[in-house]
């Protein structure tokens, strides 16, 4: 359909990209289908290409509650989402959510140890704050598929200097949790990040840093030297919404953030 571009990952989950290269994915079970995340497409619905790829009854499962991952939120009546989010305040979790503060204020909670039951699958829910307080990654044991939203990034690094993200001596205990989660489940599952297309557009030797398990081991090294001060970035030319203090860029292996100085501790 226009603007969005769908690619099948297997018979009963998909990948859809749309104009401003957010990421969201579609999955079927027996009984529903979970939509993750909405990416951002403003003047259009994404209701219509939903329907295209299930039939089933729809539910949204929320990564974080940033614009361009809850833009179509209001076009779903189930709603699942982590509430460590309110945590960044009233005003800036309006600011962040584009506006969609309403709709999502009536969602249900879900933390580490939730389950989603589609009917013969079944999403995990681990809590990863960091990018914001109550970011989360969504596990399909079946398909062995981590759905992880902007959590380490999509492949280009991840944005740690917005005003909603937590300090990085907070968001490296969450990695380091994370890292333990993951390989109590294997260790060996496919990522799927918030913005597929980015990790085409590394700079890094091949043209192509895919998520995956050596990627969330390079940010843990990456962010434990900043926090330690053997790892010290440059200057970034990055946006820092809502205040006027520098960004730092760094990077360690195939990871990336960016980060201020002021939010390490």
């Known amino acids: 359909m226009s603007n969005f571009s769908i690619q099948a990952i297997d018979e ?47 539910m949204l499962l929320v990564t974080h509650a940033h614009p361009d991952h809850v833009y179509h939120a ?18 800036m979790f309006e600011q962040m959510c584009a506006g969609r503060g309403d709709i999502l204020r009536a969602s249900t909670d879900i933390r580490t140890g939730s389950v989603i039951d589609l009917g013969g699958r079944t999403l995990e829910v681990c809590e990863v704050p960091g990018h914001t307080p109550g970011s989360v990654v969504f596990y ?39 890292g333990r989660w993951l390989v109590e489940r294997g260790g060996r599952m496919r990522f799927y990040g918030g913005h597929y297309s980015q990790q085409f557009q590394t700079t890094l030797p091949g043209g192509r840093n895919p998520l995956g398990m050596g990627l969330l081991y390079d940010m843990i090294d990456l962010v434990d030297g900043i926090v330690e001060g053997t790892i010290v970035g440059r200057e970034s030319a990055a946006p820092v919404p809502g205040t006027y203090e520098r960004c730092l860029r760094a990077e360690f292996g195939r990871a990336q953030i960016e980060y201020r100085p002021s939010r390490i501790r």
């Not at 209001?74 to 005003?91: C, L, W």
């Not at 902007?150 to 937590?166: C, E, N, T, Y």
């Open 12 to 58: 009963k989950t998909y990948h859809v990209l749309d104009a401003g290269a957010s990421s969201f994915y579609v999955l079927e079970g027996s009984e529903r289908a979970a939509v993750i995340d909405t990416g951002i497409s403003e003047g259009k619905r994404i209701m219509p290409v939903v329907r295209k790829l299930t039939k089933k009854p729809r």
């Open 74 to 91: 209001g076009e779903f009546d189930e709603i699942y989402m982590s509430h460590r989010e309110f945590e960044m305040g009233a005003v």
């Open 140 to 178: 399909d044991r079946g398909y062995d598929q981590l759905f992880c939203g902007d959590v380490i990034g999509s492949g280009i690094g991840v944005w740690m200097q917005v005003v909603s993200a937590l300090p990085l001596t907070t968001y490296r205990e969450s990695l380091i949790e994370l």
